[in-house]
């Protein structure tokens, strides 16, 4: 089993900026996706940005190209989502997620979930 737990979350202006992260334990030996998503209340959880641990380049919402950046740490198990020009409509809970298997952006498609990090844009 792979545990995650995410941090990095909190409360930001319009404009500014945060950086998330997500430490992977247990066993990650094996090729693997890695992706955050996020959900407002009374949305649907959005995959947001996702990245193969063999590399390749990530995939973005299109709400988010320009101004999220995804990015790994394989010796350190963890992956990085670098949140930059934050928008209103960026607060939500993001959650960081495994798959053994292909990239989707489908939550159901994932093995392993955090916790969430609560991120909120005034």
């Known amino acids: 089993d792979v545990q995650l737990v995410e941090s990095g979350g909190g409360s930001v202006q319009a404009g500014g900026s945060l950086r998330l992260s997500c430490v992977a334990s247990?066993?990650?030996?094996?090729?693997?996706?890695m992706a955050w998503f996020r959900q407002a209340p009374g949305k649907e959880r959005e995959a947001v940005a996702r990245?193969?641990?063999?590399?390749?380049?990530?995939i973005y919402a299109d709400s988010v190209k320009g101004r999220f950046t995804i990015s790994r740490d394989n010796a350190k198990n963890t992956v990085y989502l670098q949140m930059d020009s934050l928008k209103p409509e960026d607060s939500g809970m993001y959650y960081c997620?495994?798959?053994?298997?292909?990239?989707?952006?489908?939550?159901?498609?994932?093995?392993?979930w955090g916790q969430g990090t609560q991120v909120t844009v005034s």
């Open positions: 997620a495994l798959r053994r298997g292909g990239c989707g952006s489908q939550p159901n498609q994932y093995n392993a």
């Open positions: 247990g066993n990650t030996a094996s090729i693997y996706c």
């Open positions: 990245i193969w641990s063999g590399g390749g380049s990530p």
